[in-house]
Nanobody
Framework: QFVETGGGLVQPGGSLRLSCAASGFDFSIYSMAWYRHIQGEERELLAGITSDGQTKYADSVKGRFTISRDNGRNTAYLQMNTLRLEDTAVYYC????????WGQGTRVTVSS
């Protein structure tokens, strides 16, 4: 199970930090990722982090977003800086590659 929080309304150029509380599996041994779904488009993999902390990013967010994890808290994070209008979406976390079970997501709206 995944519970995403931290979304909201932010102006362009602003920042948000998303959190993902995971349960029901051994979080520490799985790679985790953040995805987003922009209305009318396919769900997109934004950032991934392996069990030992190696990260990778989609070109669209590289240099602006940072993924991290706290294995002791079974929680993954996504620090989002320099947000753009086109970052407006529902953000989800899941394993990487994703399991079939998705959380509710957290909505991020970037608007002036």
């Amino acid at each position: 199970q995944f519970v995403e929080t931290g979304g909201g309304l932010v102006q362009p150029g602003g920042s948000l930090r998303l959190s993902c509380a995971a349960s029901g599996f051994d979080f520490s041994i799985y790679s985790m990722a953040w995805y987003r779904h922009i209305q009318g488009e396919e769900r997109e993999l934004l950032a991934g982090i392996t069990s030992d902390g190696q990260t990778k990013y989609a070109d669209s967010v590289k240099g602006r977003f940072t993924i991290s994890r706290d294995n002791g808290r079974n929680t993954a994070y996504l620090q989002m800086n320099t947000l753009r209008l086109e970052d407006t979406a529902v953000y989800y976390c899941n394993m990487m590659p994703p399991s079939a079970q998705w959380g509710q997501g957290t909505r991020v709206t970037v608007s002036s």
